[in-house]
Nanobody
Framework: QVQLVESGGGLVQAGGSLRLSCAAS????????VGWFRQAPGKEREFVAA????????TYANSVKGRGSISRDNAKGTVYLQMNNLKPEDTAVYYCAARYAVLTNILRVEDYHYPYWGQGTQVTVSS
């Protein structure tokens, strides 16, 4: 059972940046692909970004493309989401999720592919 803990959220002004972290209980963390998702009040959870288990391939939602960057350090068991030029519409609870995915570069953007989830970290962007 992989446990995930997000951190790094907070209140930031529009145009600012945040780096979210997702710490996993697995060491090393090289057998799991990871996705970031977010859920705004009154809205469904949506995909933000994903990275393969090796870190060689990434994909982003159109809404964050060019502003977000996902990366990982498998030795530390941590995946990061750097968000730049934040907008009020980025306000949401951000969740990281993991799925066992060895020797594949297929990235999944649907949340039902991910069995392991963190509790989320709140990001609030003020205008």
């Amino acid at each position: 059972q992989v446990q995930l803990v997000e951190s790094g959220g907070g209140l930031v002004q529009a145009g600012g940046s945040l780096r979210l972290s997702c710490a996993a209980s697995e060491r090393p963390f090289s057998n799991y692909a990871v996705g970031w998702f977010r859920q705004a009040p009154g809205k469904e959870r949506e995909f933000v970004a994903a990275i393969t288990s090796s870190g060689s391939t990434t994909t982003y939602a159109n809404s964050v493309k060019g502003r977000g960057s996902i990366s990982r350090d498998n030795a530390k068991g941590t995946v990061y989401l750097q968000m730049n030029n934040l907008k009020p519409e980025d306000t949401a609870v951000y969740y990281c999720a993991a799925r066992y995915a060895v020797l594949t570069n297929i990235l999944r953007v649907e949340d039902y592919h991910y069995p392991y989830w963190g509790q989320g970290t709140q990001v609030t962007v003020s205008s």
